[in-house]
């Protein structure tokens, strides 16, 4: 009987290490067949759909799902093509009409938007700066938010001058460090609640931007009093303490209020109703995320 029951243990044993080696082999064999075939990009795009990760499109959703997603190479040959274009970004001329040389006398600010090199190295005018930095998201840079960002109050046009008494003020504010003193309340601050302060025919600022809450105020921005000007946008929505600083102490062209009261959205008379997220925009940020290659 003990014979027995050691044959039986022998057996169990034996049994449970060939289960052990197929479970192995197995999922080897699985790993080598999922080596030998990687699903490719469409067949990748059908599992996902299968699968339901892929949101419903809205706006630019498409070229969100089919590109960003799956980070599909951007060329510069694409690129070139959108500054070369009319109505690339919206309604407008294209990008190079007047951006087409880094000679000041004619191209404005002496921005080459024709060539890659022109793009990299942004406008040569003093003060000279860099339209983004390559192989970072670049919606804050002034590329991007020069092609997303409206120009404040809504209906200032590109022909309203971006250096008006009243824009100084604010610029000459945030640069000595956006105190809130007797300066600030006599000065500043009313301009915000006064239409045409910042361009004929425009409403107040705090037409739109009266309070921490939306609605009725948008983006949550209160530019009403110094405490709401400080807080900044979103601050319900993202927490007061990760709301969108509207305004730098020291750094008026880093602020986002000044930004949006001296810097016209292009093309040059693009309506402010036009989508801000244009596919081109979203694709040219993502040229950029990538490193901005010029091959």
Known sequence: MNHLVIRGAHLRQTLAGFTAAAIALFAFTGAQAEETHRRTLAEQFIQDA?????????????????????????????????????????PGVACTVCHSS??????????????????IE????????????????????????????????????????????????VTKWIADGAKNDEHFNKNVLPLFSAANAFGPDTPACTACHMSNQEPPSFHELNLSTHAGVMLGADSVAKGVDKATKVVIPGKPEL???????AEDRMPPGISPGENRDHPNTTILSQWIKQGAKCN
């Open 102 to 119: 880094t000679d000041n006398s004619k191209s404005y600010r002496g921005l080459d938007l024709s060539t890659c090199k022109g793009i």
């Open 122 to 169: 942004g406008s040569t005018e003093k003060p000279k700066r860099k339209l983004f930095v390559a192989g970072t998201d670049p919606k804050r840079d002034v590329l991007i938010r020069r092609l997303r960002n409206n120009r404040m109050p809504l209906g200032a046009g590109f022909h309203i001058p971006t250096n008006s008494p009243n824009i100084e003020l």
């Open 50 to 90: 299968k699968d339901g990760k892929i949101s419903p499109e809205t706006g630019d959703g498409g070229v969100q799902e089919l590109i960003v997603k799956r980070n599909i190479p951007i060329s510069y040959e694409y690129i070139n093509t959108l500054m070369t274009t009319p109505n690339a970004f919206g």
């Open 255 to 261: 602020s986002f209020l000044w930004q949006h009261l």
